[in-house]
């Protein structure tokens, strides 16, 4: 056998180690980790909305104070962290292998799974670190918003780079919403695994979660345009204040509430990703 057809086989064989058993499992844990995040933040965040714990961060680090306050609040932080470690570890086979559909090895889906791996392995870190009790979880997303915001609108060129970063946070929001509402998510769950009824269930859960979640990376996105505009990096919000700032419509609490109610859904249908997701 010459070197190229060994090499293929040793690809070959990495992929299918990639796709196994391990990686399959390191995904549905880490889909279940995001949900038991966005539940927490979507129960805080409905609480504010009726005036209870107002003082609770509805964000990432309420949620893990949340958890942390549990009995043992530390075994269940530290299995949430290691859950999304497997989420990165997932998305980085992605990058390194594809994804699975047709398209999967196309180097658009490629970027996309390199910004998820990104993004995942700092949740996993600040998890890890908030329940090593050496973090406090990143800080609050309004802080971090404000002083990564102020930083950039230090560099040259910087309010467009806000801007820009601002609209493709809006254009990120109405794609996850709009997707949501076409039920997009269908073609990665094994749908023939589903009767009528869960079908129904999880449509609830992805096109409910999918929206609100759209609509609050939407608002965020709007903050950070107001302030590149006004070159006020307090002006960014991050999650907490963004959905606070619903609160602060015509509409009131209850749009805060509907939006809280969207999230629990989101979590809800995270766990249906873990069960029934193509990986």
Same mark, same amino acid.
């Given at each position: =056998? ?12 990495? $992929? ?14 880490? +889909? ?5 995040? #966005? ?36 075994? +269940?932080? *530290? ?13 980085? &086979? $992605?990058?390194?292998? !594809? ?33 090593? %009790? ?13 002083? @990564? ?7 040259? %060129?910087?309010? *467009?780079?806000?801007?820009?970063? %601002? ?7 109405? *794609?996850? !919403? ?6 997009? #998510?269908?073609?990665? +769950?094994?749908?023939?695994? =589903? ?11 992805? @096109? ?29 919000? !991050? +999650? ?7 609160? $602060? ?20 249908? &995270? ?9």
């Amino acid at each position: =056998m010459n070197a190229s057809a060994l090499a293929r086989n040793g690809r070959m064989e990495a $992929e299918r180690a990639a796709r196994g058993s391990v990686t399959q499992g390191a995904a549905r844990a880490g +889909l279940a980790a995001r949900g038991v995040i #966005y539940l927490l933040v979507g129960a805080l965040a409905l609480r504010i909305a009726f005036g209870e714990n107002k003082k609770k961060q509805a964000d990432r680090q309420g949620a893990l104070a949340e958890i942390a306050d549990q009995p043992f609040g530390s075994v +269940l932080l *530290w299995a949430l962290g290691i859950g999304l470690v497997g989420m990165a570890l997932w998305r980085l &086979s $992605e990058v390194v292998f !594809g994804s699975v559909g047709p398209d999967g090895r196309k180097a658009k889906k490629r970027l996309l799974a390199l910004v998820r791996c990104v993004f995942y392995s700092f949740v996993a870190y600040s998890v890890l670190a908030f329940a090593a %009790g050496s973090g406090d979880g990143g800080g609050s997303s309004d802080e971090q918003s404000r002083d @990564v915001t102020a930083r950039v609108l230090e560099l040259p %060129g910087g309010r *467009w780079i806000v801007g820009a970063a %601002g609209v493709g946070i809006i254009v990120g929001g109405i *794609w996850t !919403g709009v997707r949501a509402l076409l039920r997009k #998510y269908h073609k990665h +769950l094994r749908l023939g695994q =589903m009767s009528a009824r869960v079908r129904r269930l999880v449509d609830v859960t992805g @096109v409910g979660g999918g929206t609100a979640r759209g609509l609050v990376f939407a608002a965020a996105g709007a903050f950070a345009v107001r302030a590149a505009v006004d070159y006020e990096p307090d002006k960014a919000k !991050g +999650l907490d204040d963004t959905l606070r700032s619903f609160a $602060e419509t015509p509409a009131g609490p209850w749009l805060l509430a509907c939006v809280a109610v969207g999230l629990v859904l989101f979590g809800l249908f &995270s766990f249906a990703m873990a069960r029934w997701r193509k990986v």
